[in-house]
């Protein structure tokens, strides 16, 4: 006896979404504002974002100064006390040992003026260093403009330089140094200081985020450049004299971190004040200012797409 076929089963309706060109697709994500994940967006427009989260940035740079010192008994003082202690030691090898406080007046004060506004740069550098793998967790959560981390990090050693200020103007006044008009000279002259520190930040960030060795060899380039930014003595001294080749000469007067320590200098300082400061001074502090911001800027958002990648 013959037998039928077996009947097939019902076919299952067909939920297949229709086929589309990838022109029609990215048209389709176009008008349902639909981005590539992680793309980098235009200049303007991540300038924009990063405006949106000036609150975050705010309340990072808070926390991290907050969390610095928190394992340490003596607290928020370190802020006060490694600048200061830092100070200290300069002036025992450098000012008595070495004595390069021969020729300069008020040396303490000169002294002391150059490690804080030394240290503000050196540590905005190093925190740079670690913007990025510091906090790889929160890159790899979380969608945001990356530069919100090194520009916290940078606030935050703004933050710390102006609670240490007050530390700075008790060390003046005790060696005679009273407040008077020029004293206003040093607010402009941190805020150029600050906008260069935070260019080279990013600049770092960056640098370090593709190669992580540059963080090891970071603190022998940061110490060179302190001895030859005139900290623990005079480059007025130095540029005087006859021993100094021209071109060295050059790099020593236009180096950044030696002209903003002797605008600060110049505006705290009794001796400073009524020296003559070359009209170049402020312009070259201007102009370091907006080329590090602007370039560390930009060089930091040409590579937000690969932060946390790898």
Known sequence: MDTAPPASP?????????AYAPGELAALAARHGLTVSGA?????????????????????????????????KLGQVWQIMTPLLNATVYYFIFGVLMNTKHGVEDFVPFLVTGVFIWTFTSSSITAGTRAISGNIGLVRALHFPRASLPVALALQQLQQLLF???????????????????????????????????GVSMAVARLTARTPDIAQLTPF?????????????????????????????????????????????????DSFTGSHLPPHVWAVAAGWALLCGVVGFVYFWKAEETYGRG
């Not at 300038?47 to 907050?66: D, E, P, S, V, Y």
């Not at 240490?164 to 005679?176: K, R, V, Y």
Request: aromatic share 12%; no cysteine.
């Open 10 to 18: 019902p076919s299952a309706p067909d939920h297949t979404a229709p």
């Open 40 to 72: 980098r967006p235009p200049l303007g427009a991540y300038l924009r974002q990063l405006w949106g989260r000036r609150h975050f940035i705010t309340a990072f740079a808070t926390a991290k100064l907050t969390a610095q010192y928190s394992q340490a």
């Open 164 to 198: 240490s200020l007050g530390a700075l103007f008790l060390i003046l006044l005790a060696f005679g140094q009273y407040p008077r008009p020029s004293w206003l000279l040093a607010l402009p002259a941190l805020a150029l200081q600050a906008v260069f520190n935070t």
């Open 221 to 269: 380039v940061l110490r060179t450049w302190m001895y030859s930014s005139g900290v623990m003595w005079s480059l007025e001294n130095l540029l005087t004299s006859d021993r100094v080749p021209r071109a060295v000469m050059v790099a020593l007067e236009y180096n950044p971190a030696a002209v903003y320590i002797d605008l600060v200098r110049y505006a705290l300082i």
